[in-house]
Protein backbone atom coordinates (compact mmCIF):
# COMPACT_ATOMS: atom_id res chain seq x y z
CA UNK A 1 0.00 0.00 0.00
CA UNK A 2 1.46 3.76 -0.59
CA UNK A 3 -0.38 7.10 -0.67
CA UNK A 4 -0.73 8.45 -3.78
CA UNK A 5 1.59 11.56 -4.73
CA UNK A 6 0.11 14.83 -4.96
CA UNK A 7 -0.01 16.08 -8.60
CA UNK A 8 2.00 18.40 -10.30
CA UNK A 9 4.16 18.38 -6.51
CA UNK A 10 1.66 20.20 -4.39
CA UNK A 11 0.18 18.77 -1.41
CA UNK A 12 -3.10 18.64 -1.98
CA UNK A 13 -4.64 15.17 -2.66
CA UNK A 14 -8.04 16.29 -2.93
CA UNK A 15 -7.21 17.14 -6.93
CA UNK A 16 -6.36 13.75 -7.23
CA UNK A 17 -8.35 12.68 -10.57
CA UNK A 18 -10.15 8.98 -10.83
CA UNK A 19 -9.58 8.53 -7.20
CA UNK A 20 -10.91 5.40 -5.70
CA UNK A 21 -11.46 5.63 -1.93
CA UNK A 22 -9.63 3.33 0.18
CA UNK A 23 -10.88 1.73 3.96
CA UNK A 24 -7.66 0.74 5.78
CA UNK A 25 -8.22 -0.77 9.04
CA UNK A 26 -6.36 -0.62 12.15
CA UNK A 27 -6.27 -3.87 14.35
CA UNK A 28 -4.57 -5.93 16.68
CA UNK A 29 -6.26 -8.41 19.42
CA UNK A 30 -3.37 -7.37 21.17
CA UNK A 31 -4.29 -4.04 23.56
CA UNK A 32 -2.18 -1.44 24.40
CA UNK A 33 -0.15 -1.02 20.83
CA UNK A 34 -0.71 2.28 20.36
CA UNK A 35 -3.41 1.11 17.57
CA UNK A 36 -6.20 4.44 18.42
CA UNK A 37 -2.82 6.99 18.27
CA UNK A 38 -1.65 5.46 15.44
CA UNK A 39 -5.27 5.83 13.30
CA UNK A 40 -5.55 9.12 14.52
CA UNK A 41 -2.00 10.45 13.75
CA UNK A 42 -2.02 9.13 9.95
CA UNK A 43 -5.04 10.21 9.46
CA UNK A 44 -4.00 13.69 10.76
CA UNK A 45 -1.29 13.32 8.55
CA UNK A 46 -2.89 12.46 5.19
CA UNK A 47 -5.41 15.12 6.15
CA UNK A 48 -2.14 17.50 6.23
CA UNK A 49 -1.06 16.33 3.09
CA UNK A 50 -4.63 17.52 1.30
CA UNK A 51 -6.43 14.10 1.48
CA UNK A 52 -9.78 14.23 2.63
CA UNK A 53 -10.08 11.89 5.89
CA UNK A 54 -12.77 10.01 7.32
CA UNK A 55 -11.98 8.07 10.49
CA UNK A 56 -13.53 5.57 12.17
CA UNK A 57 -14.51 4.96 15.32
CA UNK A 58 -15.27 1.19 15.59
CA UNK A 59 -14.23 0.85 19.42
CA UNK A 60 -17.16 0.75 21.55
CA UNK A 61 -14.53 2.25 24.06
CA UNK A 62 -15.01 5.13 22.06
CA UNK A 63 -10.88 6.35 22.70
CA UNK A 64 -10.60 7.71 18.98
CA UNK A 65 -14.04 9.51 19.09
CA UNK A 66 -12.41 11.14 22.84
CA UNK A 67 -9.21 11.74 21.15
CA UNK A 68 -9.86 13.39 17.77
CA UNK A 69 -12.68 16.06 18.87
CA UNK A 70 -10.59 16.63 22.52
CA UNK A 71 -12.80 15.38 24.91
CA UNK A 72 -12.07 14.11 28.24
CA UNK A 73 -15.25 12.53 29.81
CA UNK A 74 -18.28 10.27 29.62
CA UNK A 75 -20.50 13.68 29.54
CA UNK A 76 -19.18 15.40 26.35
CA UNK A 77 -19.52 12.14 24.39
CA UNK A 78 -22.82 12.18 25.64
CA UNK A 79 -23.71 15.45 24.95
CA UNK A 80 -22.30 15.27 21.81
CA UNK A 81 -25.05 11.84 20.80
CA UNK A 82 -27.59 14.74 21.62
CA UNK A 83 -26.69 17.90 19.45
CA UNK A 84 -25.30 15.25 16.98
CA UNK A 85 -27.81 12.41 16.87
CA UNK A 86 -26.62 10.57 13.22
CA UNK A 87 -22.74 11.13 13.37
CA UNK A 88 -22.45 7.92 15.24
CA UNK A 89 -21.79 4.06 13.61
CA UNK A 90 -24.09 2.36 16.31
CA UNK A 91 -26.98 5.48 15.02
CA UNK A 92 -26.20 4.48 11.43
CA UNK A 93 -26.43 0.61 11.71
CA UNK A 94 -29.73 1.12 14.22
CA UNK A 95 -32.43 1.01 11.51
CA UNK A 96 -30.96 -2.21 10.34
CA UNK A 97 -30.36 -3.58 13.75
CA UNK A 98 -33.69 -2.69 14.49
CA UNK A 99 -34.89 -4.69 11.48
CA UNK A 100 -35.65 -1.89 9.15
CA UNK A 101 -35.04 -3.31 5.48
CA UNK A 102 -34.73 0.41 3.58
CA UNK A 103 -32.16 1.66 1.91
CA UNK A 104 -29.13 2.15 4.33
CA UNK A 105 -27.96 6.44 4.82
CA UNK A 106 -24.68 8.23 5.19
CA UNK A 107 -24.14 9.07 8.60
CA UNK A 108 -23.10 12.68 9.21
CA UNK A 109 -19.02 12.49 10.48
CA UNK A 110 -18.60 15.11 13.03
CA UNK A 111 -15.47 18.04 11.93
CA UNK A 112 -12.51 17.85 13.90
CA UNK A 113 -10.03 20.76 14.20
CA UNK A 114 -9.04 19.80 10.63
CA UNK A 115 -10.70 20.61 7.59
CA UNK A 116 -9.72 17.68 6.07
CA UNK A 117 -10.38 15.30 8.57
CA UNK A 118 -13.41 14.12 10.15
CA UNK A 119 -14.82 11.29 12.20
CA UNK A 120 -17.78 8.88 12.26
CA UNK A 121 -18.02 8.74 16.16
CA UNK A 122 -18.19 5.29 18.11
CA UNK A 123 -20.92 4.56 20.75
CA UNK A 124 -20.60 1.77 23.80
CA UNK A 125 -24.37 0.87 22.51
CA UNK A 126 -22.11 -0.93 19.23
CA UNK A 127 -21.34 -3.72 21.30
CA UNK A 128 -24.78 -4.84 21.93
CA UNK A 129 -24.72 -6.00 18.05
CA UNK A 130 -22.53 -8.32 18.45
CA UNK A 131 -24.88 -11.33 19.45
CA UNK A 132 -27.08 -10.09 16.15
CA UNK A 133 -23.74 -9.95 13.82
CA UNK A 134 -22.55 -14.05 15.52
CA UNK A 135 -25.65 -15.09 14.69
CA UNK A 136 -25.86 -13.88 11.22
CA UNK A 137 -22.29 -14.90 10.26
CA UNK A 138 -22.98 -18.43 11.47
CA UNK A 139 -26.27 -19.50 11.42
CA UNK A 140 -27.22 -20.33 7.39
CA UNK A 141 -31.23 -19.50 8.26
CA UNK A 142 -30.84 -16.48 10.36
CA UNK A 143 -33.48 -14.35 10.89
CA UNK A 144 -34.05 -12.26 7.87
CA UNK A 145 -34.62 -9.23 9.99
CA UNK A 146 -30.43 -9.51 10.62
CA UNK A 147 -29.24 -11.09 8.07
CA UNK A 148 -28.29 -7.94 6.20
CA UNK A 149 -26.59 -6.61 9.27
CA UNK A 150 -23.39 -7.96 8.67
CA UNK A 151 -22.74 -6.27 4.65
CA UNK A 152 -24.38 -3.03 6.37
CA UNK A 153 -21.44 -2.37 8.34
CA UNK A 154 -19.04 -1.99 5.19
CA UNK A 155 -21.97 -0.40 3.19
CA UNK A 156 -22.42 2.20 6.22
CA UNK A 157 -18.79 3.01 6.27
CA UNK A 158 -18.17 3.42 2.90
CA UNK A 159 -21.38 5.53 1.70
CA UNK A 160 -20.47 8.12 4.38
CA UNK A 161 -16.90 8.19 2.99
CA UNK A 162 -18.30 8.86 -0.07
CA UNK A 163 -20.64 11.14 1.32
CA UNK A 164 -17.75 13.36 2.06
CA UNK A 165 -15.80 12.64 -1.37
CA UNK A 166 -13.05 11.31 1.23
CA UNK A 167 -9.52 10.06 -0.01
CA UNK A 168 -8.55 7.28 2.45
CA UNK A 169 -11.34 5.98 5.35
CA UNK A 170 -9.07 4.92 8.82
CA UNK A 171 -11.01 2.59 10.85
CA UNK A 172 -10.14 2.05 14.76
CA UNK A 173 -11.10 -1.26 15.72
CA UNK A 174 -11.72 -2.82 18.73
CA UNK A 175 -9.17 -5.68 20.20
CA UNK A 176 -10.86 -8.88 19.51
CA UNK A 177 -11.17 -11.31 16.99
CA UNK A 178 -15.16 -11.29 17.36
CA UNK A 179 -18.12 -10.96 14.28
CA UNK A 180 -18.14 -7.45 14.61
CA UNK A 181 -14.58 -6.93 13.34
CA UNK A 182 -14.81 -9.81 11.21
CA UNK A 183 -17.01 -7.94 9.43
CA UNK A 184 -15.16 -4.32 9.41
CA UNK A 185 -11.93 -6.41 7.93
CA UNK A 186 -13.97 -7.85 5.24
CA UNK A 187 -15.14 -4.83 4.14
CA UNK A 188 -11.66 -2.96 4.11
CA UNK A 189 -9.42 -2.52 1.08
CA UNK A 190 -6.11 -3.06 4.04
CA UNK A 191 -5.37 -3.31 7.52
CA UNK A 192 -2.18 -2.27 9.77
CA UNK A 193 -1.43 -4.14 12.41
CA UNK A 194 0.51 -1.49 14.87
CA UNK A 195 2.93 -4.12 17.18
CA UNK A 196 5.28 -2.88 19.78
CA UNK A 197 8.94 -4.91 19.73
CA UNK A 198 7.99 -7.68 22.70
CA UNK A 199 7.12 -11.00 22.72
CA UNK A 200 3.81 -10.61 23.70
CA UNK A 201 3.15 -8.98 20.11
CA UNK A 202 5.37 -11.41 18.64
CA UNK A 203 2.68 -14.09 20.04
CA UNK A 204 -0.45 -11.49 18.80
CA UNK A 205 0.93 -11.21 14.83
CA UNK A 206 1.40 -15.31 14.87
CA UNK A 207 -2.05 -15.77 16.38
CA UNK A 208 -3.62 -13.01 13.91
CA UNK A 209 -1.42 -15.00 11.37
CA UNK A 210 -3.72 -17.94 11.98
CA UNK A 211 -6.89 -16.67 12.82
CA UNK A 212 -7.62 -13.82 9.87
CA UNK A 213 -7.53 -16.34 7.24
CA UNK A 214 -10.38 -17.83 8.50
Given at each position: M????????????????????????????????S???S???????????????L???????C???A?????????????H????????????????????????E????A??A?????????????????????????????????R??????????R???????????????SP??????????????????P????????????????????
Amino acid sequence: MSVRPSLAGQQDGSKYQGKVMKIISFFNHKGGVSKTTSTFHVGWKLAELGYKVLLVDADPQCNLTALALGYTDDTDIEEHYLQFPNSDIYAGLKPVIDGDLRRLEPSNPASTAHDNLSILCGNIALSEAETQLSVALTTRNSIPAIRNLPGSIGELIRLTGNSIDADYVLVDMSPSVGALNQCILMASDHFIVPTAPDFFCVQAVRSLAKTIPR
